[in-house]
Structures are given as C-alpha cells and as structure tokens.
C-alpha cells in the first residue's frame, strides 16, 4: 500500500510526469539491457586483468611493491586520523585533544618520508622517477602540486587584495594570464619552454617540470579561492585587530587567514579534485600516468581496439577517487558550517 | 626624511631602469643581424667537449627513443627495452663503459624530441629520426651516419581496390604530425594535383588505431614504420602497402650541434658496427679475432696503434661494443630480420659489398 | 618639526614604498636573468627571434577548414583557418551545453524520482571523471565504433550516424569534430546542471507560493518567476564555464581535429619557434576568454535588478 502511494506520488502525479516516467523507463530499460549484455558477452576484460599493475604502479619494479602499500598505509592512516580530528567525535576525544595540535606537523613531516619511499635512495634502492607510472604516478602529481601550490595561492591572494599598486598589479596579471589560457597550454610551456629558460646546465626532470606546470596553474585558481574567503572576513576583525596594536603582518597571518583558509577548505578541496582529473592532461605531454598508460597499453598488439573497455576502467579508478573526495568534501562543509 | 625617501626611491628606479636598458641592449644585439654560421661557432666554443665529460663522470647514458615502434624501440612485456634503435644506444654505452646496459632510455614524442637534445636532457637522439638539412642547420642536430634507409610509402585495405596514389582522391588518410612524412605527402599530392582529406594525430599508438578503426582509407608513415605496425594490426593480412615510395628517409641517430668530441664518439661507434661486419667479425666469433695477423683488423680491435686515443675511448672500443651488441648485421637480424615477427628484407641496408648502401670509412 | 613625524624606519608609508620598489627590482631581475638564459640557448640552437616565419609557406595540409586553404599558403593563414575551427566549436558548444546543462539543473528538481536520479547519475558520472578520459571514449568507443559509411545507423531518416560522422540533411559533421563537441558539451553541462540546480534552489519558497496563489501553472511559474530570478546567482559560475569549454576546446589535440592549439603546435614542431608560437597561443586565448567575459558581463548587467 505505502509502496503504491510512493509510486504515484513520486512518478505519476500528473498525466505528463506519468508520460515522462514510461519514457525514461523504457529509454533507461534500453540502454542498461544494451550495456549489461556488452559487458557480459562482447567485452573481453582481459586486457584489465593481465594489466592491472600496469595501470596501477606502471613499470615501477616488482620486488619494491611494498614500499608502495606501505606509502599506501601511511596515507590511509593519516587520512583516518584526520577525519576523526574533524568530525570530532565524542568516543576519541582525549585522541583528539593529544592529536590535533600536531595533525598538520604529521602530514607536512609524512611528504619526505614518503618520497623516500617511492624514490628510493638513504639505503633504499632507487627507483628513477622514469619507472613511476599509472594510478601511483597520478596521485603523486596531484597531491605534490595542490601542497606547493597551496603557499604561492595564498601569497597572490593577499597581493592581489593588497593596497600597494605594484604588487596588486603584479597578482592580478599573473592571475589573470593563467586563468585565460588552457592547462595543456601552460603544460607545454612547463615541457618545452621552461628548459630554454633555464641556465643551459641546470636540468629539470620531466616529472619535476609537469609538477612545476601544474603548480603555475594551480595557483592562480587557489588564489582565487582563498580571495573568496578573505573577502568572507568581515572588516571589524581586521579593524578589532589593528586597535590591539597588531601589525599588518601579524594581522593577516594570526586573524585573517585562519579564518579566511577555514571558509574555503570545501573550495579547496574541489579544487584539488579538479587538479586530480587535470593529470590526465599529463598523458599529452609524454609523461605515463594512468591515462597515459592506458594509451600504452591499448598500443599492445594482442588488445588493440579494446578501447571501451580500457577507458571505462580507468574512468571509474578516477570517478571513484573524485566521488569519494566530493562526499568527504560535503561532509567537511556539514561540519564547518556546524 | 621625506628627502632622503624620495632620494633613495628614485635611485632604485634608476637602477631598475638601468638593468633594463641593459638587458634590452643585449637582447637587440644578441637577437639583431647575428649570422647563424657566427652563433653556432660560439655555441662550439661554450660547449665543447662537456658532454662527454659529463656522460663519462655520471657512469650512464641517456638516449632519447621512441619506445612505441616495433623493431626500433619498444617496451616488451619484461619491461626492457629492444630495437635496433635501443641497440645503437646500448653500442655507444658498450664503447664507453664496457657495459651495455648503462643506458638509461626516456621516451620521446615527435614534438618534444629536437628540444630534448638541444636542453640536453638526453645525451643521444636515436628515435627513427629522418636526415634533412633544414634539422642538420636551423633546429641545430649533428647527424651520426644513416642507420637504416628508409622510405615513406602508403598502407591500404585490400578490399579498397586503391591501387596507387591517384586512387586516394578525396579520401582520408591518416598521418602523423610533427614528422617529414606530414610535408611530404602534402608535397606529392599538390605534385599531381590530387585533393584528399588528411586525419591528423600527435600520437603514433593513435594513428595507427584510427587507420585500424576505419576512420581512415589509408596510412602514411615510414616503410619500416609500416610494415612493423601492420604486423599489429587485427588482420594484418587484409593490408597492403603501396609500391610507390613518396620520399626517402635516411634515418640516423643525432647529437646536439656544437659538441664535436662527442659527436665523433657517437660516429664511430656507429661506424664499427658496420666495419665489424665488412671485416666479418661478430661477438661469436670475435674470440678468434684477436690473434689475427691482419694489420686491418689489429687495429680495429686495438691490439695495434691507438686509434681509440683520438676519441677518448680505449683503443680496443670496437672490441668492446662487437662484445656485448654485435655488429650491423647481427642487430639487424636481431631486431628485422627473418626470424622475427617483422622480417623485412635487408635491401638497401645491406653492405656496400653486397649491394646496398652501407659504408664505413676506413678504421686507419 | 621633527616632533609628529616618525623617523623614517617607522614610517610605513617609506616601507610600502620600499617594498614596492624591492618586489619590481627582483622581478625585474628575475625578468631579466630568464630572457638572457633564453637569449644565450636560443643563440645556441641557432634559433633568432621574430615572427617572420608567419609569413612562410606552411606546407602541411588540414583536414577540416571553412576558408579555402592549400599548403602553400602561410603560417599566418593556417593558424587562421584553426582559429576559425576553434570559434566553431566553442560556439556551437557554447549552445549546447547551456541546452543540456538548463534541462539537466531543471530535471534535478523535478517531482519526478526517476526523472531526478537519471539527472543525478548524469552529473555525478560526468563530473568526476577526466574530460580527456571521456573525449577518447566519444572518439574511439562511440564515434570509430559506428559501422562503416556505407551502412550507417540511419535516425527517422534525418541523422545517419556512421564512421564519418554526423550525417545532418545539410552538411555532415566530422567524427573528430562531433566527438569534441559531444564531449565538451555533456562535461560542461553536468556542471551547468549543478549550478542551474543551486541558483533555482536560492530562490526564496516564498516566491513559488505567491505565484501559485496567484494561480500561475507551474511551468509558468518556472519560465516567468523563478528562473529570472536565478538567472542573477547562474551568470557569473556560467561565465566561467563558457571560459572553461572554449579552453578545454584545445584538447582537440589528442583526437586529432585541427583547432588553433593543434595548428600551433604543428607549426612549433616545423619550425621549432617555441617562444613566438606560445606567445601568439597566449594572446588568442586571452583575447577569446576577454571577449566571453566582456559578452557575458553585458548580459549580466541587463538581468541584474534595476533599483529605482
């Protein structure tokens, strides 16, 4: 009985919402009917499981794996805890209260660490950043990139908002310059150009000169965002502030952007999934990520043409690492608002 | 005070002023009226010899390839690279380390390829690339000798019924940029006036797959470049290759211009390859070599003079490289020849002696 | 004299100005260093300076042009002709999206479940994946897998779909062209959906209850009373998705339809003119994104509330 109710007043509460359902049931009935007998009988999925590390570290060698499941804990365990400080949960209070303080120390102390890891070298065997490829490769850009670009974003932000001409002129150019070009533009740049502008014996790595393009363009989108949220402080607190007999300096760095930063961490976190994406783009200039070892391994003799099926996996490796930010990201905003 | 401020201030921007006009002042002489034969000599005098030094000191060799063409560079599913292009990099590091395998390989597209030697991000450039003046000169490449002759030529369906180039009226052809085969097909159809319509990528993996796909009534690309990528097609037997040839394309590894040590390393190198095979000397049967009477020989190995001494090398360089990759013909056969999935015939990259138009400068 | 003046090291006015004069010293320092790194590398290769090059014989063919074009005509007309292709591109795209983005936004809030949810996984799945990732899904998956020209999906006798393309009654669309627009079209509107979505959302409750009791359907309250109202939240984020699709128009590269980014790009590796080519690349996008902006604002300006 209460499912028929929910039927007609969900899908048949007027004649054309009546009309309308039959004709997306009978469009949706179509296309899942068309893709479930593709998936079973037409797809051959080979190509996904004989590649599967392939996709996921690339020709990073095999004897090291490990090093990158424990990378993998350590950003899983960190991640957690994070979540646990924010959502601030009664159970771990005490936790909280021993953790909180030192949270951003973790993180920042966790990048060298990490690097060594997957780098190699102290003891380790080294591995040429040639070797990392795939998934590993993607989500090393796209974490390194949003962190180095975070500081430059903020230091345009506070230009571009400052009342010395020179320096608001210069923050707005750059901003503006970046913003109106495309990414692959700029990654061509960072490729071709940057070494012609370099002393001819000061050589940057490829996977250095990608990370400094995606940084160039990053940061001119996190300035814009953390302008966002400097306009969102209200003038009283800087006014309050400035009556304590703070400095300019001492103003900004203690009263406004941690409430400027903390009004724009959902923004922030959009923006790193937009970065995350971007990667791809890498792909176009010779670097192997996941999209570019796709391409690779759609060049293998016995799965060319397996076109469908290597793009919709390697499509759901990035709608499930962008879905899970974007709910991690609204339950952040949730939160903030609360 | 308010003095001394606007004193200071304007000093500053004197300064600032000052370092521009100078900058500028260097930029119009540096840009302006500048013979190109006058830059390159200066680029002689900056770089000479670095490189060699550099490549000597860091114990490893980094060679720009293609990694995407069977036969010339790829990666199999070990991992490891082959090819002949790989093996005339693997050559060189034979000749100045002793080891083979000190080669560091960086794939490179058609695009980025000229400027990753120029920056000196690779140290050698052996990625199936074509000789002309124009890369000889103006992009600023020092060409080691051809080694392999090629010739761009066309792929067709056999169930299109195209015969030859008048039949590709106003079809799709598929091509890839940033390479000679781009222009030259341009050059032969405006040649005999035929209208078609060009379906253009950046990246090789995808040209083929569009040809394969149907998108395309035809392909262009490098006869060896063909007749390797075919063999990956789904049905290679239903395509054929065109007789006509539309261009030459003698493919040799390059250096940056401005380094002539390192240059003639490269050269060498190459060039005991195929004096290795003119001699009949390969790394099976080197062993009985080295007690040889023949002064012609003697002195390739380096058991006699010190030919070596003059690039920097070991006299016995030749040697080594035979050693661990083999001369010409070996890596041929290694990589092309008749027991591989390719087996394209020698033809023109066969010894001078046997008709084709390999040749080495005397060893003396 | 001396007394109400500070001394000069507290005067803040002297360190604005100081500062100021620091930060335009070093970047022009910086400035200058990286010009004469590029001066003395490009003196190395042999390249020189200068846009002479433009007027050369370009000497490669393009597949798709509005304006007569041959090889033997100029850089400067093959970079026009991918001009051209981009404008027709992002325009037509420009259309589109709006189409799909508006019905997509207005699905999303409909009273109908399974209308909403099909909205929903539509937004969800395109916004959270790579528009490359789903341009070489339009070219290779879709358009390459359609049958061959000669036996083509024919749709009420008007659309053939085939290898080639678009078949329209008039003219037919290119695969390369068609899987670009495609593509740009649905990525850009998964985003214009969820900001249609969140501008009609601003709208106060208020409104639709007045215009209900004054007795308006409610298609007309849509068309009438709310989406002129959201139309003041959806310009601005809608300008900047228009910006987005006419730059990410430049991914036409990596499936091979010649816009002014392939062109260029052609052009660099000829010619090996790294500089000038990314200077003119630079410009034209700037020009294009001012041109958007300009156009956009104006229309912001006509929507906005006109108080009296």
Redesign the interface.
């Known amino acids: 009985m209460t499912k028929l109710t929910w039927l007609r007043k969900n899908l048949f509460n007027t004649w054309y919402n009546s009309a309308l359902t039959v004709i997306c049931f009978v469009l949706l009935f179509r296309a899942l009917q068309g893709a479930v007998v593709w998936a079973t009988t037409k797809a051959q999925w080979a190509v996904v499981q004989i590649n599967l590390p392939l996709f996921l570290v690339g020709r990073f060698p095999q004897t090291e794996y490990w090093r990158v499941w424990v990378v993998l804990a350590i950003a899983f365990s960190l991640a957690a805890i994070t979540a646990v400080v924010f959502l601030g949960k009664q159970r771990f209070a005490g936790f909280i209260k021993l953790v909180a303080p030192w949270l951003s120390l973790i993180w920042v102390l966790s990048f060298p660490v990490i690097l060594w890891l997957i780098g190699g070298g102290f003891g380790l065997r080294p591995v040429s950043s040639n070797l990392w490829n795939g998934l590993l490769l993607t989500l090393f850009m796209a974490a390194i990139s949003i962190v180095l670009s975070f500081p430059i974003g903020v230091l345009l932000a506070l230009g571009r908002t400052s009342k010395l001409p020179v320096i608001r002129w210069f923050s707005i150019l750059y901003i503006e310059i970046i913003r109106g070009v495309p990414l692959i533009g700029i990654l061509f740049l960072a490729q071709v150009m940057l070494p012609l502008l370099l002393p001819t014996d000061f050589r940057l790595d490829r996977v250095l000169r990608a990370i400094a393009g995606l940084v160039l363009f990053s940061a001119a989108y996190m300035a814009e965002n953390v302008r966002g949220g400097l306009q969102s402080v209200s003038r009283g607190q800087v006014e309050a502030a400035k009556a304590l007999g703070l400095n300019t300096f001492f103003v900004i760095l203690l009263i406004v952007l941690p409430q400027a930063l903390r009004a724009v961490i959902p923004a922030i976190v959009g923006q790193f999934i937009g970065l995350f994406k971007d990667t791809s783009l890498l792909s176009l200039v010779g670097l192997v990520e996941l999209t570019g070892i796709s391409r690779s391994i759609l060049a293998q003799p016995q799965f060319i043409g397996r076109y469908a099926e290597t793009y919709l996996f390697v499509g759901l490796i990035y709608w499930l690492f962008c879905y899970l930010m974007s709910l991690a990201s609204r339950r952040l905003e949730k939160q903030l608002n609360n | 005070?308010k003095k001394?401020?606007l004193i200071?201030?304007t000093s500053?921007?004197l300064?600032?002023t000052a370092?521009?006009g100078n900058?500028g002042q260097?930029?119009t002489t540096?840009?302006g009226g500048?013979p190109?034969a006058q830059?390159?000599g200066?680029?002689v005098r900056?770089?000479g010899g670095d490189r060699f030094n550099t490549i000597k000191n860091r114990g490893q060799l980094i060679c720009g390839v293609s990694g995407?063409v069977p036969g010339f560079s790829f990666?199999g599913t070990d991992?490891k690279y082959s090819g002949i292009d790989v093996d005339i990099c693997r050559a060189v590091a034979a000749a100045l380390f002793d080891n083979p395998d000190a080669v560091?390989?960086?794939?490179?597209?058609?695009?980025?390829r000229?400027?990753a030697l120029?920056?000196?991000?690779v140290d050698i450039l052996s990625r199936n690339t074509t000789w002309t003046l124009s890369r000889a000169?103006?992009?600023?490449l020092d060409f080691a000798p051809v080694v392999f002759y090629d010739g761009q030529a066309i792929m067709v369906r056999k169930s299109s019924g195209i015969k030859s180039l008048t039949d590709l009226k106003d079809k799709?052809i598929c091509v890839q940029?940033?390479t000679t085969t781009?222009?030259n097909?341009?050059?032969q159809?405006?040649k005999r006036n035929i209208t078609?319509?060009?379906?253009?990528?950046?990246?090789v993996?995808?040209t083929f797959?569009?040809y394969?796909?149907?998108?395309c009534d035809a392909i262009t690309a490098d006869r060896s470049a063909l007749v390797s990528r075919g063999?990956?097609?789904?049905k290679p037997e239903d395509n054929v290759i065109l007789e006509e040839v539309i261009s030459s394309e003698p493919l040799a590894p390059a250096v940056a211009?401005?380094d002539s040590k390192w240059g003639d390393t490269v050269k060498w190198v190459v060039y005991s390859l195929l004096k290795a095979e003119e001699l009949g000397i390969n790394s099976q049967n080197l062993g009985q070599f080295t007690n040889s009477t023949d002064p012609d020989v003697k002195r390739f190995l380096g058991t006699e003079g010190n030919l070596g001494e003059g690039l920097g090398l070991p006299n016995d360089f030749a040697a080594k490289v035979i050693k661990h990759v083999g001369n010409y013909g070996e890596i041929y056969d290694r990589n092309l020849g008749p027991k591989t999935k390719l087996n394209l015939a020698r033809g023109q990259n066969q010894l001078w002696s046997k008709g084709g138009l390999l040749y080495s400068p005397p060893f003396r | 004299m001396t007394n109400d003046k500070p001394p000069l090291w507290r005067d803040s006015r002297f360190w604005n100005i100081a500062g100021q004069l620091t930060a335009l010293f070093l970047a022009a320092l910086v400035v200058t260093v990286l010009v004469s790194n590029l001066n003395r590398n490009l003196q190395q290769l042999g390249i020189q300076f200068g846009f002479d090059f433009l007027k050369q014989q370009a000497s490669f063919d393009i597949g798709e042009t509005l304006i007569a074009y041959k090889p033997t005509d100029t850089y400067s007309l093959a970079l026009l002709v991918g001009l051209i292709n981009a404008l027709r591109v992002a325009i037509t795209g420009i259309i589109l999206t709006t189409i799909v983005g508006v019905l997509a936004g207005v699905a999303r809030l409909s009273d109908n479940w399974l209308v909403r949810n099909i909205s929903l996984v539509y937004v969800e799945i395109f916004r959270n994946t790579p528009l490359l990732l789903q341009l070489l899904f339009w070219y290779f998956a879709v358009f390459l897998g359609f049958p061959k020209a000669d036996n083509k999906i024919s749709l009420w006798g008007l659309i053939g779909l085939s290898q080639n393309g678009i078949e329209l009654p008039w003219f037919t669309l290119s695969p390369e062209f068609s899987a670009l627009l495609l593509g740009l079209t649905f990525y850009t509107g998964a985003f214009i959906a969820e900001i249609v979505r969140g501008g009609i959302g601003s709208v106060s409750k208020g409104q639709w209850e007045a215009a209900r009791s004054l007795g308006l359907k409610p298609g007309l309250i849509m068309r009438l009373v709310i989406f002129p109202q959201a139309l003041r939240v959806i310009i601005p984020p809608l300008t900047s998705q228009y910006l987005n699709l006419t730059k990410n128009s430049s991914l036409a590269i990596a499936i091979g339809y010649p816009d002014i980014y392939f062109v260029a790009s052609t052009t660099f590796n000829q010619t090996g003119r790294a500089v000038e080519v990314m200077l003119l690349l630079m410009l034209t996008y700037l020009a294009l994104s001012l041109t958007i902006s300009l156009i956009m604002n104006a229309f912001n300006r006509t929507v906005q509330i006109k108080e009296r």
Do not use: H, W
């Open positions: 005070m001394l401020a200071l201030g500053l921007i300064t600032i370092c521009g900058s260097t930029t540096n840009t500048t190109v830059t390159t200066n680029g900056t770089a995407e990666v991992g560091e390989f960086r794939n490179l597209n058609a695009k980025e000229f400027t120029q920056t000196g991000e000169t103006s992009v600023g799709a940029t940033g781009e222009q097909l341009a050059d159809m405006r078609y319509k060009p379906v253009v990528f950046e990246d993996n995808i797959a569009t394969a796909e149907g998108r063999t990956t097609l789904p211009k401005g």
